[in-house]
């Protein structure tokens, strides 16, 4: 465990995950670049399919195609993998997002 992963995920180049909801939450928050490896079939698939069509996610299932995603990454220059980072950060973060469903669930209670 530890309590910085906000930060390291922030610092990562590549994020290589399951397709768990909350943990893809906060990978496309923080502008991760995510690689969804070997997806469980049912809630894996479904939400990986949703982040491919979504959000530009990419996923595989053989460990040869990971180490090639792996190496394309590496390949890029640091200013790519920022700027990419930076990007995605303004593209499906929403530091805002707790505070307007708190609101929305106020305006719902009788």
């Keep these: 465990f530890t309590g910085s992963m906000p930060q390291l995920m922030q610092g990562a180049d590549l994020v290589i995950t399951k397709a768990g909801g909350i943990s893809m939450a906060e990978y496309l928050a923080c502008g991760a670049d995510i690689v969804i490896y070997r997806p469980l079939p049912g809630q894996e698939q479904a939400n990986t399919a949703f982040l491919q069509a979504e959000y530009g996610v990419r996923a595989v299932?053989?460990?040869?195609?990971?180490?090639?995603?792996?190496?394309?990454?590496?390949?890029?220059?640091?200013?790519?993998r920022l700027t990419g980072q930076e990007q995605r950060k303004k593209a499906f973060g929403h530091p805002d997002a707790a505070d307007r469903i708190a609101e929305f669930t106020k305006k719902l209670q009788i």
Excluded: D, F, S, W
């Design 61 to 80: 299932t053989e460990a040869k195609a990971l180490r090639q995603v792996i190496a394309q990454k590496m390949q890029q220059p640091l200013a790519k």
